[in-house]
């Protein structure tokens, strides 16, 4: 294409800040896969260009552009807020929230306006971070926008200001590779500061060759990087990256601040009091958030497991990734071992939110069902969620398969394959989801299984077969000690809960072939029941090879070990896992509930 001289931009309104952004933002999400494989600081975890490209995506699938500058500037800032993920991806949507509260009600910008919005921002972003350390996204950005300001009279319009700045933008990014010795042993620029490079480079990219409409109808397209390389492995020292969006902040940042550093590193404060935005990284984010929740409402949370995400980029035992829901009731143990993603429903205790088993463990989520007037609810597992985790895995596996609870009892699985289908087209890459049609002990023994015939070095499509075929051999049967908690989660009728009551029913749920929950049977106390349960699963036994077994419990341990002799004396084999089962069964089933899941051969 042939290169024309830009007409000049003195001005900037809303609608062109927007395209702009656009224009930068689709730039990043395509060189996202090089940005994971460059990324070793603060964590070697390889999902700097994932986190970055979700945080930018958001603008992409849900803003439309406004004629002032001043309003699309704070729908942007407020956007990227919400949507960040990851160090990076708060840096820059710090950067973004400082440029916004730093520009006047302003329809259009004038270019000097604009060199004094982003040169007063950098204070936000410094200040947003624990511990700022220079030769990283930080100082690449401080030093592109000091360059503006100190030139701005220099410029004659914007595109000759942008297309100026990146000699300073390239020289500031490979100097971060001599300033951090972690960058300069893995020979690599820091990640974060790459992405931001990419950014400016998609606005020249913009200015120098595309007009609007073209990139209006343009497709953001993930490109392959191969590099040469492999940054050196490290050892995590704290597991979850952990963020929140906390609404009506009762405590200013440096009490917050000082709160958070008790619990780990890598701490990003971002935000105001309204609205704030935290980051950092810990082993224990469930005390985290138990001692957050007095601090404001906690509207959102993430929990991003980097022991995980390091084993893909740098200890991959195969080339096809396996991923489920919380509700799949399996030991950590096992899922280290097979190396399972697993993404968390979310819990909402009133306006409060919490990710499943992460944020929220068993334990305290029964306790605070007893204390708390509030029944909890429980939403799927967002689209965006598996778009972030499908792409971060597309980029260092063959292939991935998904298999999550039964479509009948959550949105998950919907959004999983919405997810999958958007990432396999832009990675060219299969990612099959399948419908356990059950959920719990029964959607972990599929889950082992499947791990196992990975293991075994099967292809994808033998594997998704297989794994089909095991779906039919599901069972599970929870004994209900107290149906209280059946009537007030809504799955049994006051009415029918107080007849019960009256005649002191237990009942036994189970899931049928399509994947909706059932009263399979019932008795008059919970040992009854649990002996009918055993009753039913040796005539199931009879004819039939039980492959293997879960025990699961909610709080009630004694049941739990009666249930292991009981089938461990049936099959002659210990249990897979014995687990205290998913706050999600459990909210509906409640304290003292008990399982056997199980997977026919």
């Not at 343009?218 to 191969?226: C, D, P």
Request: glycine share 4%.
């Amino acid at each position: 294409m042939t290169l024309t001289t830009p007409a000049p931009l003195n001005e900037m309104d809303g609608r062109r800040l927007y395209y702009t952004f656009i224009a930068g933002a689709r730039k990043v999400i395509e060189h996202q896969v090089e940005l994971n494989k460059i990324n070793v600081f603060p964590v070697n975890d390889g999902d700097t260009g994932t986190n970055l490209a979700s945080t930018i995506r958001a603008v992409i699938d849900s803003l439309h552009p406004h004629r002032s500058y001043k309003i699309t500037a704070d729908r942007i800032a407020e956007t990227t807020l919400i949507n960040a993920r990851g160090n990076s991806g708060i840096i820059f949507a710090q950067f973004l929230y400082g440029m916004s509260m730093e520009t006047g009600n302003y329809k259009t910008i004038t270019l000097s306006q604009f060199a004094e919005s982003i040169k007063n921002s950098i204070r936000y972003i410094y200040e947003a971070v624990s511990n700022p350390v220079e030769g990283t996204m930080l100082t690449v950005i401080k030093e592109w926008a000091n360059y503006i300001y100190d030139n701005r009279f220099r410029f004659t319009d914007f595109n000759e200001m942008f297309i100026s700045s990146l000699i300073v933008l390239n020289k500031s990014l490979v100097e971060t590779k001599s300033k951090l010795a972690v960058l300069a042993k893995a020979n690599v620029v820091d990640a974060g500061a790459r992405g931001f490079v990419f950014f400016i480079e998609g606005i020249i990219d913009f200015i120098l060759n595309r007009n609007l409409k073209e990139l209006i109808q343009a497709k953001a397209e993930t490109g392959v990087f191969e590099k040469i390389d492999e940054a050196i492995p490290e050892k995590v020292e704290f597991r979850y990256c952990t963020e929140a969006l906390i609404k009506n902040s009762t405590i200013d940042n440096k009490t917050l601040r000082s709160k958070l550093e008790k619990y780990g590193n890598s701490i990003v404060v971002a935000g105001s009091d309204r609205m704030r935005r935290i980051h950092l990284h810990t082993n224990t984010p469930a005390d985290l958030f138990n001692e957050l929740r007095f601090t404001g409402t906690l509207a959102f949370q993430k929990a991003d497991d980097m022991v995980r995400q390091s084993d893909v980029v740098y200890n991959r035992k195969w080339k096809i990734a396996l991923v489920t829901d919380s509700t799949c009731d399996l030991s950590q143990d096992l899922i280290d071992k097979y190396q399972i993603n697993m993404l968390p429903i979310n819990i909402n205790f009133g306006e409060n939110h919490y990710l499943d088993k992460v944020t929220i463990q068993p334990e305290q989520f029964y306790t605070l069902l007893e204390e708390n007037k509030d029944y909890p609810k429980s939403s799927q597992v967002n689209e965006k969620a598996f778009t972030n985790l499908f792409s971060h895995l597309a980029s260092h596996y063959d292939s991935i398969i998904a298999i999550h609870l039964s479509d009948k009892l959550s949105g998950t699985f919907n959004s999983s394959q919405k997810a999958a289908l958007a990432i396999s087209k832009e990675f060219n890459k299969p990612i099959s989801v399948i419908n356990s049609k059950n959920l719990s002990g029964a959607l972990g023994l599929i889950i082992l299984r499947t791990a196992q015939a990975i293991e075994e070095g099967l292809s994808h499509d033998m594997v998704v077969k297989m794994s089909q075929s095991w779906v039919r051999k599901l069972k599970i049967f929870v004994s209900v000690r107290d149906i209280k908690y059946l009537i007030r989660g809504g799955r049994l009728s006051a009415t029918k809960g107080l007849i019960a009551r009256i005649l002191n029913v237990n009942p036994i749920v189970s899931i049928d072939e399509s994947g909706k929950a059932i009263v399979f049977d019932k008795a008059f106390n919970q040992k009854a029941n649990m002996e009918k349960v055993m009753g039913h699963i040796r005539k199931l036994n009879q004819g039939n090879t039980i492959w293997n077994y879960i025990v699961l419990h909610a709080n009630n341990p004694e049941a739990a070990q009666w249930y292991s002799e009981k089938m461990e004396t049936l099959t002659m084999k210990t249990p897979a896992s014995v687990v205290n089962i998913s706050p999600i069964i459990g909210a509906n089933a409640g304290i003292g509930a008990a399982a056997i899941a199980f997977l026919l051969d």
